[in-house]
């Protein structure tokens, strides 16, 4: 929790509870979740007062501000690296097709950082680019 919130200070945003509520459901979930599976949670928690509307936006923020990433899928999962915001550094995902779950590479020695890394220094003029996303079996499904 201590993340968001220097996060979202460091932005000079308002830490609301709806906030703390949201991130943490989306911390905890072992599988990326859409803007209608949080608002499911928070259901499931006797929260009444977040719309989904409200849960969206609030899931853009995360992204925006480093604290989650959208997947291809439209579903929002935290970003699982300790990330140092005065450094730019690419976000390397895996989605298993198989078990769905979500894994962040970090390695910066992995074949798979090594090439994403050359591919993206190859493009003269690149204007953006916060991650990449891979899809396929994990290693743990393939076994």
């Given amino acids: 929790m201590k993340q968001l ?6 932005k ?14 989306l911390k905890n979930s072992e599988r990326p979740l859409s803007p209608k599976n949080v608002c499911d949670e928070l259901s499931n928690l006797s929260v009444s007062n977040a719309d989904q509307a409200s849960v969206y936006r ?9 604290l989650a990433h959208k997947l291809d899928s439209g579903k929002y999962t935290v970003c699982q690296l300790e990330n140092d915001r005065t450094k730019r550094h690419i976000h390397i995902i895996m ?8 894994y962040e590479l970090n390695e ?14 190859s493009i003269k003029q690149l204007n953006h680019i916060s991650s990449l996303t891979f899809s396929g079996v994990c290693e743990a499904c393939d076994n």
């Fill in 5 to 10: 919130e220097e996060s979202l200070k460091e």
């Fill in 12 to 25: 000079n945003l308002r830490v609301t509870n709806a906030r703390k509520i949201i991130f943490d459901i």
């Fill in 58 to 66: 609030n899931l853009v923020l995360f992204s925006k501000i480093g």
């Fill in 95 to 102: 989605c298993c097709t198989e078990c769905m779950g979500v």
């Fill in 108 to 121: 910066k020695k992995t074949q798979t950082y090594m090439l994403s890394k050359k591919i993206i220094n």
